[in-house]
């Protein structure tokens, strides 16, 4: 049996840098915990939903350059249930003061003209993670294949602590929980809320919590943050001046 490499001996799957090829998950052997047991992975070790969910609060809330990598299932509206979650995604992003948000629209791969202050590609995550100094991220929304990939590499080549919430446990990530849906979205973002008043964290005045990367300021003309919870108001007035 292959045995982790971290500074502390209680965490199977710690923060990298890992070193070339590390041994995956599995082969560290981290059991996945079954659907529907309220049970997700902290640090590769199996422990409570909410255990979980609030440790990834802490880290999100205090590593430096916190940012959400949505994948294409939440960024694409192809479905009732997906474009749901998608808008409780924003309602998250507007709990995390200072969070940036990186898309990862699909997974074709992109080197070496990927432009890492517009996009994340799970191919070679790491200059996305490298040039924007991320030391923490939250992978939701991508094809499980892809973000096992995506993860492994994290956690390789960077120090950046990986959060990942799905419909299945993502075991390559330092923290996990699965059987995710709009109405665990909302208990997360309850967890989220108890852990900020915690930690003291303030809010923005403005609700303005996403921070903007250098190219999606160009292309706003200039804005440097935003309020989440503002597209949604957007797209709503645009859905019903055309309905108009």
Request: contains cysteine; glycine residues 8%; neutral net charge.
């Amino acid at each position: 049996m292959l045995k982790a490499k971290s500074g502390n001996p209680d965490r199977i799957i710690d923060v990298g840098p890992a070193g070339f090829q590390p041994p995956s998950a599995m082969e560290l052997w981290v059991t996945i915990p079954d659907s529907g047991s309220g049970k997700g992975l902290l640090y590769g070790r199996q422990a409570p939903e909410d255990d979980v969910i609030a440790e990834a609060a802490r880290q999100l809330y205090t590593r430096k350059n916190p940012t959400i990598f949505p994948g294409p299932l939440y960024l694409w509206a192809w479905h009732p249930e997906w474009i749901a979650k998608g808008q409780a995604l924003l309602k998250l992003a507007a709990e995390i003061p200072g969070v940036t948000i990186i898309p990862m629209p699909d997974y074709r791969p992109k080197y070496p003209k990927v432009d890492p202050e517009e996009g994340i590609n799970p191919n070679h995550p790491n200059l996305t993670i490298w040039h924007n100094k991320i030391e923490v991220a939250l992978f939701i929304g991508i094809h499980c294949h892809y973000a096992n990939l995506a993860l492994r590499m994290v956690r390789a080549g960077t120090n950046c602590l990986t959060v990942a919430f799905c419909h299945d446990i993502h075991e390559d990530a330092m923290l996990s929980v699965q059987d995710l849906d709009v109405a665990k979205m909302d208990h997360i973002i309850g967890i989220f809320r108890k852990v900020r008043n915690e930690l003291k964290i303030a809010m923005p005045k403005d609700g303005k919590t996403v921070q903007l990367t250098g190219t999606q300021q160009r292309a706003n003309n200039g804005v440097e943050r935003i309020d989440p919870m503002m597209t949604q108001k957007t797209r709503a007035d645009g859905l019903d001046a055309a309905a108009r």
